[in-house]
């Protein structure tokens, strides 16, 4: 059997593996789409694959994605990663279903590195962030390696991919960065990356404190987050 979504309605499906690369009609939606291989993709696919991920059909491009999906390898997440700068949401969707099937936590670092370094709208960030918390705590090093860097050279990633870095460590609780976290919130140049790491040090070092700002309006949270950050800063003795 093959299982795979639709690509117009997100519908999971399941068809008997004989119908592989035949047309099949989804119960949900009644459109048509053809049916994905069940076969895992072998190195020798993914050039192939890698082309068809920037196909100008939205269905190639999503069945390219499910087929990465099933390529245990550095290189497919390469291309998932950089593939996630799509402008189809539907892509994207199917990118992070095919990263979270790998499992490989280092997608997580590299997802966050590579839309620092392009252009890419501030909604798909935030997508980003939401997909991969996900992973769960194994997300947390690649993350931490990105705050390290960025200690050193505070312009080596985009201000976004850092406030995302820092977004998902405080969604994680990871208390293993909260020193790096502070540093963020006392020393980096731009103040959106400030503010973002004084609400994830309060997420990880007051956790029920946070709750009360998180029920503040947006534009009422900045100066609580700020003060209650100094406090968890000096509560853990971190030298910034």
Avoid at 26 to 37: E, G, H, Q, W, Y
Wanted: hydrophobic content about 40%.
């Amino acid at each position: 059997m093959i299982t795979f979504k639709c690509l117009h309605c997100g519908e999971h499906m399941t068809v008997p593996a004989s119908l592989a690369g035949q047309t099949e009609t989804c119960p949900s939606c009644l459109d048509t789409m053809t049916v994905p291989s069940g076969k895992t993709p072998s190195e020798a696919d993914l050039d192939n694959l890698a082309r068809q991920l920037r196909h100008p059909d939205t269905k190639v491009r999503c069945q390219a994605a499910a087929q990465l999906g099933k390529c245990k390898s550095l290189k497919a997440i390469e291309l998932l990663v950089r593939a996630f700068r799509d402008p189809d949401k539907f892509v994207r969707a199917q990118i992070t279903d095919s990263l979270r099937q790998i499992g490989d936590p280092r997608a997580v670092g590299m997802l966050v590195r590579d839309l620092g370094g392009h252009w890419v709208s501030p909604e798909i960030v935030h997508e980003a962030v939401r997909e991969v918390v996900k992973f769960g705590q194994p997300a947390g090093e690649p993350l931490i390696e990105i705050l390290t860097e960025t200690n050193k050279n505070p312009r080596k990633y985009e201000p976004d991919a850092v406030r995302a870095a820092i977004m998902i460590l405080g969604l994680l609780g990871e208390q293993k960065a909260l020193s790096l976290i502070a540093k963020m919130f006392r020393r980096h140049f731009d103040i959106h990356v400030r503010d973002e790491a004084a609400y994830s040090l309060v997420m990880i070092g007051r956790p029920e404190q946070w709750q009360d700002i998180s029920a503040l309006p947006a534009n009422k949270r900045r100066s609580p987050a700020r003060e209650q950050a100094k406090e968890v800063i000096k509560e853990n003795h971190i030298l910034v």
